[in-house]
């Protein structure tokens, strides 16, 4: 049996065989994503402490933790109406917040992981709130609007910006006590935040006008600085000058500024070596004689292979740099025969279906994985990215297919797989 890890990090977890298996070894590139697999049915909820089986190693469910919803104004215009200057009238109005949907690190909505987190947050507050990847207008916009006496109006596009943050539940072996284990969903390690908003709405309000607290109407009657003198004095029919609507806009992109500045300074370093444990690994698919062969060319990916006399350790994985906490083990895959260490490609790191390689081993968190564990006695296991936190799998059983990452998982339960000391 082998051991692996400061503090005995794989200790019984894996109950560990040698396999062999005889096949011609072959590599040819193939492009980075394949045609989208057909969506499965959504599954049914589940919540941390639930049971699981071993298919649900190699899968991921979002667990909404925070929840803020903040009535916003993405469009508006301060607009002054005289005696003569009611009816109808267009106004162009000016761009005071973006918001885009978006769950995660990578600033956009991708995979079914996210449709299934943003469905979660819209039962969680009640709301009809946007799914897929949308922005509102990033222009100026002219809304058109019937104005039946003379006043001070703000003229207003606005939404319901739902935000919050978000955690994963995965499959994982749970110590009950006295030695007996059990396979629970549990909360993971990977955390992020999510923005999404609900149907946009247009209108007018004046600032005599009773409008409920904390409406979408009440924060564009905000914006109107009712009480200063530009709301209170005389003023031709036409825009009103409108400092408090420019000041908000202006504090949000100093904000967007000063986030997006923050993640260009966030460089990974360079690693000077790994401490890998000595146990060597095949990483196969349970019970049958394929398992993950690092690529021998530098634009090929991580694929299904038979071992051979000709595999030339492509097929042998160490863990490397490997920490443990609440139970669940995160390592660097290192590759005997290329040198190379497990990642996903940063220029598709935020695509589903990006597939996985190897590279240069660094400090890089896409270069770090979780391994979730079967009871002790087997050595099932499923494994997920750090960075993207997505599960790897793949898309069907055959030789010479692409390990790939996948947001939700494989729910038909192939992205589990068996760790096999070789």
């Known amino acids: 049996m082998h051991h692996l890890g400061p503090a005995g990090a794989l200790r019984r977890g894996f109950a560990l065989t040698a396999t062999c298996a005889v096949a011609v070894l072959g590599f040819t590139a193939q492009p980075a994503t394949a045609a989208p697999a057909k969506p499965a049915a959504a599954p049914a ?35 002054y109406v005289t005696e003569g200057s009611t009816g109808s009238q267009t106004v162009s109005t000016n761009v005071q917040e973006s918001i885009a949907v978006s769950v995660g690190l990578n600033g956009s909505a991708q995979g079914s992981f996210t449709v299934e987190a943003l469905g979660t947050v819209g039962a969680t507050v009640g709301l009809n709130v946007q799914v897929t990847y949308t922005r509102t207008s990033s222009t100026s916009k002219s809304i058109s609007w019937n104005f039946p006496r003379p006043g001070y109006y703000g003229l207003y ?10 955690s994963s539940l995965n499959c994982n072996r749970t110590a009950l006590g006295g030695g007996a284990y059990a396979l629970k969903w549990t909360e993971g390690p990977d955390t992020g935040s999510y923005t999404t908003f609900t149907t946009l709405e247009e209108g007018a309000v004046r600032c005599e006008d009773k409008v409920p607290a904390n409406s979408i109407m ?23 000058p409108s400092a408090k609507a420019d000041r908000a806009r202006d504090e949000v992109a100093a904000a967007a500024a000063e986030s997006l500045k923050a993640a260009q300074a966030a460089r990974p370093a360079p690693r000077a070596a790994l401490d890998c444990q000595p146990g060597v690994y095949k990483i196969d698919v349970p019970g049958k004689p394929l398992n993950w062969s ?62 996985l390689t190897t590279a240069t081993c660094g400090e890089d968190d896409l270069q770090r ?3 979730y564990r079967d009871v002790p006695g087997s050595s099932k296991i499923g494994l997920q990215n750090k960075y993207t936190g997505s ?27 068996t760790l096999t000391g070789v």
């Open 45 to 79: 909820a589940v919540k941390p402490g639930d049971s699981c089986t071993p298919a649900d190693l190699g899968t991921r469910r979002p667990y909404i933790k925070t929840t803020e919803v903040i009535p916003t104004i993405t469009q508006f215009k301060g607009w």
């Open 157 to 166: 596009e606005g939404t319901k910006k739902v935000t919050g943050t978000y």
């Open 218 to 240: 009440r924060r564009a009657q905000d914006l109107l600085d009712c009480g200063s003198p530009a709301a209170t004095a005389k003023h031709p029919a036409g825009p009103a």
């Open 294 to 355: 690092a690529p021998l060319l530098a634009n090929d990916g991580i694929r299904l292979r038979e071992s051979t006399f000709f595999s030339a350790h492509l097929d042998n994985w160490r863990l490397c740099n490997v920490t443990e906490r609440n139970g669940v083990i995160e390592a660097s895959l290192w590759n005997w025969g290329n040198g190379g260490c497990a990642t996903i490609p940063a220029n598709i790191a935020n695509q589903e279906q990006a597939y």
């Open 369 to 371: 994985f979780y391994i």
């Open 391 to 417: 599960m790897m799998g793949h898309d069907r059983y055959a030789d010479g297919e692409l390990i790939r990452q996948y947001s939700s998982g494989r729910q038909d339960g192939t992205g589990t797989y």
